[in-house]
């Protein structure tokens, strides 16, 4: 009751202040590859936090030990991750235009790119942050619409062969490399490389990839380690609709 009879403006411009800085850290990493390193570092400061309280001295002394190592280890391996939050903060966040529903407009690309044979690998990021692949590709930034699909697809540009990554609402990156898969059981002469790819990402992430087939106008899926083959338009709908559900 002490507490809160002390409890004046100026503190509560300081929690504030906290709050909207903790916030934006929050807005700034989540979706990179840091965001997973900092709720793991977060699960490790519990379990300090844990040994102390209940005097569990072995491990308590672990962290003593390896704190300030760690503290420059993370700063070292995630110089890249910090440059680029700052320079975030610096340049600020820019608001942007929200698209059409994101699932209509990537069916209705498909189905056009599929009709006209025209090869294309789309990868919607779901948990897992997929900054890592797509900083090797083409900064977009632009809405997801069925039209910015086909023309970069239908291109014979450098962007046409590579990967588009879609998170939420947005075309992040274009032309991007994803990892191929290594598997060979079941693999079918006709699944090309575009559908190793997929299978690979869908290997190392929660990524739903969609595969249009340049040679046969297929579409396949590729979702948590397997690679469906030649589904159906309410196949694919229902997909869509569970990866942004």
């Known amino acids: 009751m002490a507490l809160l009879e002390s409890f004046g403006l100026q503190d509560a411009i300081d929690v504030l202040i906290i709050a909207v800085l903790l916030y934006q850290a929050y ?25 102390g309280l209940f005097e569990l001295q072995a491990t ?36 942007r235009s929200s698209s059409a529903d994101p699932v209509q407009e990537i069916m209705a690309a498909v189905r056009e790119l599929a009709t006209h044979r025209r090869g ?19 900064p977009i930034g632009a809405p997801v619409t069925s039209a910015l699909l086909q023309t970069i697809f ?31 059981e079941g693999w079918s002469v006709k699944h090309g490389t575009r559908h190793r790819a997929a299978l690979g990402l869908s290997e190392v992430s929660d990524a739903l990839v969609l595969v249009v087939s340049e040679e046969r106008g297929t579409v396949s899926i590729a979702k948590d380690g397997e690679l469906t083959p030649d589904v ?7 997909a869509l609709r569970e990866a942004y559900a």
């Open 27 to 51: 807005a700034l990493l989540v979706g990179t590859r840091a965001w997973n390193v900092l709720r793991g570092l977060l699960a490790l400061s519990a379990l300090w936090f844990l040994a």
């Open 60 to 95: 308590k002394w672990l962290f003593d030990a390896i704190a300030p190592a760690g503290f420059l280890a993370i700063v070292v391996v995630f110089q890249p991750e910090l440059r680029a939050v700052l320079e975030r903060v610096g340049r600020g966040r820019k608001a």
């Open 120 to 138: 294309a690998l789309i990868a919607i990021e779901r948990r897992t942050p997929l900054k890592e692949y797509a900083d090797k590709g083409t």
């Open 154 to 184: 239908a291109s014979k540009g450098p962007l046409h062969d590579g990967a588009v990554i879609v998170r939420e609402d947005l075309v992040t990156n274009a032309g991007v490399i994803l990892p191929l898969s290594d598997r060979h």
């Open 232 to 238: 159906a338009p309410a196949d694919l709908l229902r």
